[in-house]
T-cell receptor
Framework: DAGVTQSPTHLIKTRGQQVTLRCSPK?????VSWYQQALGQGPQFIFQ???????QRGNFPDRFSGHQFPNYSSELNVNALLLGDSALYLC?????????????FGSGTRLTVV | DAKTTQPPSMDCAEGRAANLPCNHS???????VYWYRQIHSQGPQYIIH???NNETNEMASLIITEDRKSSTLILPHATLRDTAVYYC????????????FGSGTRLQVQP
């Protein structure tokens, strides 16, 4: 049973560019959450998608946006990249009503902004 | 969600029990204690959770004090593969709320 799949695994972008990261949730999961993890810190919540709508959002600017598709997969878009956006971006899938123990995380996309 | 406090790092000898503490003095009555861990270059992995009773599964045991203001995650026989960052999270038991990660405890299991 495949877990959460994220692509690409690594990415290098130039300041000011735009980037799209992709996530395929674990089979049977309907909710996707995105986290940003800077080096040496814990993951920080960006937003959560359920039924193709953004349901919750963390303290991130509008440069961060997302989308969820009918097959539950999701994209994270970041516009006008800053050097500070360099981080590991994690996708987590879950069943909305299962509880906080049901999160399955992918291995992340390492984004480097130069 | 209630704030948690964990030591930044701990060492443990291979084969011995690893006891990871967590303080959550502002926990409310409907909040659970969750433990996740993150092995290098991987995403966080769920370990165990509990409300007020002690819990055990194939990975670990969770001991919650009677006043619920602190808890301890116990890995009974630590192996080198248990080297990771361990996160203690307090939250209501619903997938409708995001997980709030702190800085966690970096556990180094020594051979």
């Amino acid at each position: 049973d495949a877990g959460v799949t994220q692509s690409p695994t690594h990415l290098i972008k130039t300041r000011g560019q735009q980037v799209t990261l992709r996530c395929s949730p674990k089979s049977g999961h309907d909710t996707v959450s995105w986290y940003q993890q800077a080096l040496g810190q814990g993951p920080q919540f960006i937003f959560q998608y359920y039924e193709e709508e953004e349901r919750q959002r963390g303290n991130f600017p509008d440069r961060f946006s997302g989308h969820q598709f009918p097959n539950y997969s999701s994209e994270l878009n970041v516009n006008a990249l800053l050097l500070g956006d360099s981080a590991l971006y994690l996708c987590a899938s879950s069943l909305l009503d299962r509880g906080n123990y049901g999160y399955t995380f992918g291995s992340g996309t390492r984004l480097t902004v130069v | 969600d209630a704030k948690t406090t964990q030591p930044p790092s701990m060492d443990c000898a291979e084969g011995r029990a690893a006891n990871l503490p967590c303080n959550h003095s502002t926990i409310s009555g409907n909040e659970y204690v969750y433990w996740y861990r993150q092995i290098h270059s991987q995403g966080p992995q769920y370990i165990i959770h509990g409300l007020k009773n002690n819990e055990t599964n194939e990975m670990a045991s969770l001991i919650i004090t009677e006043d619920r203001k602190s808890s301890t995650l116990i890995l009974p026989h630590a192996t080198l593969r248990d080297t990771a960052v361990y996160y203690c999270i307090v939250a209501m038991d619903t997938g409708r709320r995001a997980l709030t990660f702190g800085s966690g405890t970096r556990l180094q299991v020594q051979p």
